[in-house]
């Protein structure tokens, strides 16, 4: 049997459509901040920059594995987002790149989610008890907020996309 080395996946013709386009950017603007907060993260970590804090975002950079592989791992969602935004609304293998970039951002993010529960659970050192009071526990979650988690709720409406990727 004779190999042929053409690719053989199988592309819809026709036009565009507005949805898939609509789809497309969202994606590739999404790719686009996803890689630039993982810069950022390493940068800072790197010593560019003492922190950063705007509004609820804040990059502290002071731990290597939070900060560095963090950041290594958001510019990879990133730029996994961007391979496959061109056509992630109507091609299931393009679909499959942007879903694994928007999973290495719900790693990151789900991290950092975990890291301020654990801190919120104990009393403060000044405070005999062990366990925060209610109030406590919630002023643990309060602004600022890491890249990822700034992110996060974005990410959530690729989901949508998907669907229409895998029922074509």
């Known amino acids: 049997m004779k190999h042929n080395s053409r690719n053989t996946t199988i592309q819809r013709t026709g ?7 609509i789809y497309s950017l969202y994606i590739g603007l999404l790719g686009l901040v996803t890689l630039g ?10 010593g560019a920059s003492n922190g950063f804090s705007w509004g609820i975002l804040a990059i502290s950079g002071d731990d290597f594995f ?12 990133g730029l996994l987002l ?3 935004a061109a056509h992630a ?13 928007v999973i290495l951002v719900w790693v990151i993010a789900g991290t950092d989610f975990l890291a301020m529960l654990c801190a ?10 062990f366990l925060n009071t209610l109030d406590g526990f919630l002023a643990g979650f309060a602004p600022p907020y890491t890249p990822a988690l700034v992110i996060f709720p974005f990410t959530l409406g690729l989901i949508r996309v998907f669907r229409s990727a895998v029922h074509r």
């Open 15 to 21: 036009p565009v459509s507005r949805p898939g386009t």
């Open 37 to 46: 907060f993982g810069c950022a993260d390493i940068l800072i970590w790197a």
């Open 66 to 77: 939070r900060w560095a592989w963090g950041g290594v791992v958001m510019v990879c969602g």
């Open 82 to 84: 961007l391979s496959g």
């Open 89 to 101: 609304a109507t091609s299931l293998h393009q679909a499959a790149k942007a879903a694994v970039g």
């Open 120 to 129: 919120a659970i104990p009393a403060k050192a000044s405070s005999p008890a």
